[in-house]
């Protein structure tokens, strides 16, 4: 395997010295590229890139053509789990994510199988490894799932939800069928993640983007416990490296202290939560990534600019910061305003390196 060549992503969530602060943008491949759009036509559609290794590659590399960044994240979707388990993904345009079988009882529960990632996800594992070739050692490549929590809302809701009606009456109603749904996603997790790892993914990173829709007891059992023991079992070493684990739940800011004991490297923020206040209340137990709220991004460069600034000096000296969005960037940005952010970053970071 060729040595990286830049590692400042992957030493920083070890907390290692760095020079300047790294940064990648959550969604960074996607529609606010019109590169991004043109392939996706090509394809056809948004699973056919997802599904075929050479689109995907070519959609991961997009925005490192464009922009000085620190890390490329694998092309895919947090719904491939419950599409291996037969539930028919499929996406209505502008409508977002369906399944044609929707999860509704213990019985349905019961007769979901544990996806296989070579059998199964093999699409996914075959882009880990074709994005590695490409990459060739520039940056590290992220590996991602959905948490099980995030996963169990889609399948229980058959897609997008406002209040996650279907979900929390289970969660209350049957919270023994709720337990053996994210029992059976999390060793589905597990696997898969360490699947992209074996693949040549060199972190990697669990989106629970509705985590914080849960009242502080059920976050507690019904999200960070599954979450705690999906990284108990993934693979921390490979290729003779350390591989970080990011755990981001987006507004989970009340619980940081939990959340960092969970045993991963880092903690994703969403922009709800001061960086510097959480650095102080983790300690030095995990890194910091994140959290700039996305829509600054509709502003002019100067204000990106200034908000960079303040964002880094709320942080203040030294390692252990990954710059970020605090949640994935929007399709109605100018891709100059991007480029602005990701350059303010390298730029007003070296200070506080020294
Ligand atoms: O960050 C990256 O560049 C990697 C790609 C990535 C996608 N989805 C591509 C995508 C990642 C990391 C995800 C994760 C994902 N998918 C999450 C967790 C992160 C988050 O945003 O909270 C969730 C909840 C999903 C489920 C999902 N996929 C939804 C709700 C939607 C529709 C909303 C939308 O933005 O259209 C998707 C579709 C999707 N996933 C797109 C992309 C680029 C847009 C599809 C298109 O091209 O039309």
Redesign the pocket.
């Known amino acids: 395997m060729t040595a990286l060549k830049n590692d400042r992503f992957l030493r920083a969530l070890l907390k290692q010295p760095v020079d300047v602060t790294p940064v990648w943008?959550?969604?960074?491949?996607?529609?606010y590229l019109p590169e991004?759009r043109a392939s996706?036509a090509k394809a056809g559609d948004?699973m056919s890139?997802c599904m075929n290794p050479a689109f995907a590659c070519e959609v991961?590399m997009q925005?490192l053509e464009r922009y000085p960044l620190d890390a490329a994240?694998?092309?895919?979707?947090?719904?491939t789990i419950p599409d291996a388990m037969g539930q028919g993904l499929y996406?209505e345009?502008g409508e977002?994510?369906r399944f044609k079988k929707v999860v509704s009882t213990l019985a349905d529960i019961e007769a979901l199988p544990i996806p296989d990632p070579q059998k199964d996800l093999g699409y996914v594992m075959d882009a880990v490894s074709t994005i590695r070739r490409e990459l060739n050692g520039r940056v590290p490549l992220i590996g991602?799932s959905?948490s099980p929590w995030?996963l169990a809302t889609?399948m229980v809701e058959g897609g997008?939800s406002k209040d996650f009606r279907k979900t929390k009456a289970m969660l209350y109603d049957n919270p023994h069928a709720m337990h053996l749904l994210l029992d059976k996603l999390a060793q589905s997790v597990t696997s898969y993640l360490n699947g992209q790892i074996l693949a040549g993914a060199q972190a990697v990173?669990i989106?629970d983007?509705?985590g914080g829709n849960l009242s502080a007891a059920a976050y507690q059992e019904f999200s960070l416990a599954y979450m705690k023991k999906i990284v108990s079992g993934l693979i921390r070493e490979h290729e003779g490296r350390k591989v970080p684990v990011i755990l981001f739940t987006?507004n989970g800011g009340l619980w940081l202290e939990s959340i960092a004991d969970a045993g991963a490297d880092a903690l994703g923020l969403d922009w709800t939560c001061d960086l510097g206040e959480a650095r102080r209340r983790v300690g030095n137990k995990v890194a910091l990534q994140g959290n700039m709220d996305p829509t600054v991004l509709y502003a002019k460069p100067e204000a990106i600019r200034a908000e960079v600034a303040r964002i880094l000096a709320s942080y203040g000296n030294g390692t252990g910061h990954v710059f970020n969005l605090g949640?994935?960037i929007t399709?109605e940005v100018d891709p100059e305003h991007a480029g602005a952010f990701i350059n303010a970053v390298h730029e007003f970071s070296a200070q506080y390196h020294q």
């Open positions: 943008m959550m969604r960074q491949a996607g529609r991004y996706r948004f890139l991961t925005p994240i694998l092309f895919s979707d947090i719904l996406f345009t977002g994510p991602f959905g995030t889609y997008s990173q989106f983007t509705w987006k949640h994935g399709p």
